[in-house]
C-alpha cells in the first residue's frame, strides 16, 4: 500500500522560506515520477514541480520558476520542494503525487498521478 506523508508546511512571512518534504513508502520509489501541487479553496488542484525518477529531469510552473526547486533522495524515499521568495498568492494547501506507472515523461496534469499525500497546509502572510 502506498503512503506519501507531507511535512514541513507553516506560516511564514512574504519573501521568505519554506521546505516541504514528502516521504513515500509501500514501492519501490525510486521507479516513479513524482509532482509537488498545490489548491486553494474554490479551486482546481494547480501543478507546482514535477521530477523524473532519477532527479535528472524537472518541470515548474510558470508562477513558481526560479523561486521553488523541486528534488529528491532515492535512498531516503522521499521528495522536497524548496520554496524561497514566497508571496501570498503561494497560499494554498501542498499535496506530493505519485505517478501510478513508471513513465518516462513528468506529467502537470493531476489525473496523470494515482497516489496523494494528506497535504500540507502553506500561509504566507503580506
Known amino acids: 500500500q502506498v503512503q506519501l506523508v507531507e511535512s514541513g508546511g507553516g506560516l511564514v512571512q512574504a519573501g521568505g522560506s519554506l521546505r516541504l518534504s514528502c516521504e513515500a513508502s509501500?514501492?519501490?520509489?525510486?521507479?516513479?515520477?513524482m509532482g509537488w501541487f498545490r489548491q486553494v479553496p474554490g479551486k482546481e488542484r494547480e501543478f507546482v514541480a514535477g521530477i523524473s525518477r532519477s532527479g535528472v529531469s524537472t518541470s515548474y510552473a510558470d508562477s513558481v520558476k526560479g523561486r521553488f526547486t523541486i528534488s529528491r533522495d532515492n535512498a531516503k524515499n522521499t521528495v522536497y520542494l524548496q520554496m524561497n521568495s514566497l508571496k501570498p498568492e503561494d497560499t494554498a494547501v501542498y499535496y506530493c503525487?505519485?505517478?501510478?506507472?513508471?513513465?518516462?515523461?513528468?506529467?502537470?496534469?493531476?489525473?496523470?498521478?494515482?497516489?496523494w499525500g494528506q497535504g500540507t497546509q502553506v500561509t504566507v502572510s503580506s
Open positions: 509501500g514501492r519501490t520509489f525510486s521507479l516513479y515520477n
Open positions: 503525487a505519485q505517478r501510478g506507472a513508471v513513465f518516462p515523461a513528468i506529467t502537470t496534469a493531476p489525473s496523470g498521478y494515482d497516489y
